[in-house]
């Protein structure tokens, strides 16, 4: 795993949107593997500025994300579909039916994951598959104890998931008890990895990373099975 230490979230930010935007110009039909949550949006805001200096193109780009919350509509102000559109999709040239997420809503969600799964095997795997991490250190919603051997599958959060989370929500009550994820399976399949993390909330979990432990109560070990993982951690998320 290479690690890269930088100053501050604005530093990682552009850090990773370098990188998407390097895969995007180097590729004819790039697959950008897609996270949520408060750690990305700085890199989104900077998507979206080289698209708007006409400096990037979204136009040719598939994107799968990681997650979406079961019982909450696409439009739903908290679902991942929403935050998406909020933070990129609307903002950018990339046509809607390129753009993937689980269905959060379908009636038979057993059968969502499996169509999820063979769509990112179909038109997948990422080029660059872009994650954060869970204080717990969950990747997508692979939360501790679960089977790292696992395709897209449906998820209970666990208590302190839903607990971080409620931040964006109105109150604990209101954040989902479910979600849909990829696998850690399918997220090894992606060609390069990039895991941010920033403050000093993420300490703990890049420590405990950087371990090196493989654990299956610390899902995010399970990245050192992977050849091509760049950690970019600010100052606060390696040293505090
Ligand atoms: C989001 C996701 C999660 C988050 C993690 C960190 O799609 O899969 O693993 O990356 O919970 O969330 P933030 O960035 O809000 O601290």
Do not use: W
């Amino acid at each position: 795993m290479d690690v890269v230490i930088v100053k501050n979230y604005i530093e990682m930010s552009k850090y990773a949107a370098g990188l998407v935007g390097e895969c995007i110009k180097e590729r004819d039909q790039p697959v950008i593997g897609l996270a949520t949550g408060g750690t990305p949006i700085g890199m989104y805001q900077l998507l979206v500025r080289q698209y708007r200096a006409g400096l990037l193109s979204f136009k040719h780009v598939r994107t799968f994300n990681l997650d979406e919350y079961i019982g909450l509509e696409p439009a739903h102000a908290k679902s991942y579909h929403r935050y998406m559109q909020e933070h990129l999709f609307s903002h950018v040239d990339i046509p809607p039916d390129q753009t993937f997420l689980p269905d959060g809503i379908a009636h038979n969600l057993r059968m969502e994951c499996r169509r999820y799964e063979k769509l990112l095997k179909k038109i997948g795997p990422p080029d660059l598959q872009i994650l954060g991490i869970g204080e717990n250190g969950h990747i997508g919603f692979n939360e501790p104890g679960s089977d790292l051997d696992s395709g897209t599958h449906v998820v209970r959060l666990a208590a302190s998931t839903r607990k971080a989370n409620a931040r964006y929500f109105q109150s604990l009550e209101n954040v989902p008890t479910h979600a849909i994820t990829m696998g850690v399976k399918s997220i090894l399949r992606s060609k390069k990895i990039v895991l941010l993390a920033s403050g000093d909330r993420k300490a703990e979990a890049v420590r405990r990373l950087l371990e090196g432990n493989p654990d299956p109560d610390f899902p995010a070990s399970a990245l050192y099975q992977h050849p091509n993982v760049t950690l970019i951690a600010d100052e606060k998320a390696f040293y505090s």
